[in-house]
């Protein structure tokens, strides 16, 4: 297997030992990689190459990786993004996640689960092996041969995650799931304080639906409910 033979995966870090170990484990996994230590310059990355995911850090000098997710986003780049954050900067993580990111890892990180996550987010991405499944609850029609969104026929943009996360809830309409069971179902992994990211993932999904979908369930998690 050639180190192109998954996908280019574009690294922005500027801290080079980081970057280093990154780019080692995801060419040893098969992945080709490119590396930029500046925001800017990553960015630029992003728009030239098309990578099929991303790994930004957060603090970077010249554009910071929160800014990054956002610039692709409102472009129309929704390639898989994992942001990579310090351990106490839990409002960058939820801002990171609000303007698109698909997941976060903490540093310190392990660069094997760093590996695990990105291959889990690529699955993802390629779609369920039910592709040609075409799923409706009240306006919402998702199809998930295209990967494609609408309400009332107009198209909604999603995340990666967000559109996993959607197709999960409309899967079993009226069941609710508990957030480590859509940690474990649409993420892949079950996080200590993990349950934050599925509250806003939630959000994000409800704010973009425009619809009075996914409903609260007090005490013990999300449902879909037309």
Not at 118 to 142: E, I, M, N, S
Not at 202 to 211: D, E, F, H, M, T
């Amino acid at each position: 297997m050639t180190s192109e033979a998954k996908g280019l995966v574009l690294v922005v870090e500027d801290e080079r030992p980081i970057a280093d170990l990154v780019r080692l484990y995801l060419s040893r996994d098969g992945f080709g990689v490119h590396v930029e230590h500046d925001g800017l310059a990553g960015l630029a990355a992003a728009r030239r190459m098309r990578p099929v995911a991303c790994i930004v850090d957060i603090a970077l000098p010249g554009l910071e990786g929160t800014e990054i997710v956002k610039r692709m986003r409102a472009e129309g780049d929704w390639t898989p993004v994992i942001l990579l954050t310090a351990r106490d900067d839990e409002v960058d993580r939820i801002l990171g996640l609000e303007l698109g990111a698909d997941d976060y890892v903490t540093k310190p990180f392990s660069p094997r689960e760093l590996v695990t996550r990105v291959r889990a987010l690529l699955r993802r991405a390629a779609g369920p092996p039910d592709h040609d499944k075409v799923q409706t609850l009240g306006p919402v029609r998702l199809d998930q041969a295209r990967r494609e969104v609408t309400v009332d026929g107009v198209p909604v943009a999603l995340t990666t995650t967000e559109f996993d996360l959607l197709r999960h809830l409309l899967a079993r309409p009226g069941r609710v799931f508990t957030r480590d069971e859509l940690l474990a179902a649409v993420w892949g992994y079950a996080p200590a304080a993990g349950t934050r990211t599925v509250d806003v993932h939630v959000a994000q999904v409800r704010a973009k639906l425009g619809a009075p979908l996914i409903r609260t369930v007090r005490g013990v998690g999300y449902t879909a409910d037309a």
